[in-house]
């Protein structure tokens, strides 16, 4: 009995921290599990809640992240920036039974009447959470991207859960098929690619663009090559690098910006001086202002070997920056050869090589490419989801055209 107060206590104690919820309007929870400075998801989970402030959903994200982790600072602070209510739900692990305890309490608290998944782990909690809280599931397949000892895992708790979820969001149309190969019927399962706030991500002018060059400490004139993500193998970034050693051994003048954690720093850092481009490669770690960060770049590049349908694309089109990308997952129904930006094969180091080349050589080309890309975003890229949470809560099947802005 003294453990159940003890419990009961310590949830009373964090619903203090809790943000409240506005009388009269359907709540929907966001959960993820976040580690460090969390991902590309979260731009778009955290920038929802300011998007539909004006409708009737109340929009809160509840992240289950390691205790103490120090990342998630900055995950409270990018939160506030947009607008977004956050709620912290410290997780020891999969044997943490508190988080399931947590998450139930929210969802009473709350009386939340969606629930919205962005992981395995937060698909299988609210599986296992309906029997005692009656709520709609709903998830957003970011893409299974990162290989680990545990990947096999997550593809099967994917497996089992998402056939009994009320609708699945896919980002990309290969995820749309994918998705339907585990059983999800057409009528729950969604094509609603990322969405980007156009208006946030727009060039500030030339006065912020000197001002990120000068402090990285780049030379005047020289371009600048950007990528931005975590670092891993799965974002082929050692291809990139072998490809500015090749184009400054061809006369360019240009240096690489890699934004990004991971644990793949130490490889990259040896390489690139392996290389001789030490003074040409450069590690920024984590970006807050990630505008700056754009505004600064002539090219962005994304070499990635598996992906989803990438934040970090949309942004740099939004800002006008000249896209070079491999033809991963969901890019090239976003991304047109020669219209919108410049595709080339997965894994393929000198198509990577040529088609960076052609960005760098070609100043002409970069401005068409940057501006049809602009106009894009802000034609057909915003947000999308109030009518999928409408026809789930009234019992309806989604149709496609829910996807449209």
């Known amino acids: 009995m003294v453990s159940v107060v003890a419990k009961r206590m310590q949830f009373e104690a964090a619903r203090t921290g809790w943000p409240d919820a506005p009388a009269g309007r359907d709540v929907v929870l966001h959960t993820r599990v976040v580690t460090g400075t969390g991902g590309g998801p979260d731009k778009t989970i955290l920038m929802s809640a300011a998007h539909l402030a004006q409708s009737n959903y109340w929009l809160a994200a509840a992240y289950m992240h390691p205790p103490d982790d120090p990342g998630f600072d900055t995950i409270r602070q990018r939160a506030a920036a947009y607008g977004s209510p956050l709620i912290s739900v410290p997780d020891k692990g999969p044997l943490d039974r508190g988080v399931l305890r947590q998450m139930l309490a929210l969802c009473r608290h709350y009386n939340v009447r969606i629930w919205h998944g962005h992981d395995y782990k937060s698909n299988l909690i609210g599986l296992l959470l309906r029997p005692f809280w009656s709520m709609k599931l709903v998830t957003t397949v970011h893409g299974w991207v990162r290989r680990t000892a545990r990947t096999p895992l997550y593809y099967a708790v994917d497996r089992w859960s998402l056939p009994y979820y009320h609708h699945v969001i896919c980002v990309s149309q290969d995820l749309v098929d994918r998705v339907r190969g585990l059983n ?222």
């Open 184 to 405: 999800v019927p057409a009528e729950r399962c969604t094509y609603v690619p990322n969405a980007v706030d156009h208006q946030r991500f727009a060039r500030r002018g030339r006065a912020c663009d000197a001002a990120m060059r000068e402090a990285v400490g780049t030379p005047a004139g020289r371009l600048v090559v950007g990528a931005v993500g975590r670092l891993s193998a799965e974002k082929g970034f050692n291809l990139l690098i072998r490809t500015v050693r090749a184009l400054v051994d061809e006369g360019h003048d240009l240096e690489l910006w890699i934004a990004g954690e991971g644990d793949g720093q130490e490889e990259l850092v040896k390489m690139s001086a392996h290389l001789g481009l030490a003074d040409r490669v450069r590690l920024l770690g984590f970006v807050e202002d990630t505008v700056a960060l754009y505004e600064a770049m002539d090219l962005f590049v994304l070499s990635s070997l598996r992906e989803g349908l990438p934040n970090v694309v949309l942004e740099a089109m939004s800002m006008g920056v000249t896209v070079v990308s491999t033809e991963v997952a969901g890019v090239p129904g976003l991304v047109v050869d020669e219209q919108t930006g410049l595709l080339c094969p997965i894994a393929d180091q000198a198509a990577l090589t040529e088609a960076v080349r052609r960005g760098v050589a070609d100043e002409r080309l970069r401005a068409s490419l940057a501006s049809a890309a602009r106009s894009l975003i802000e034609r057909e890229y915003s947000f999308a989801v109030r009518a999928i949470y409408a026809r789930v809560l009234a019992d309806e099947p989604a149709s496609p055209r829910d996807a449209e802005p």
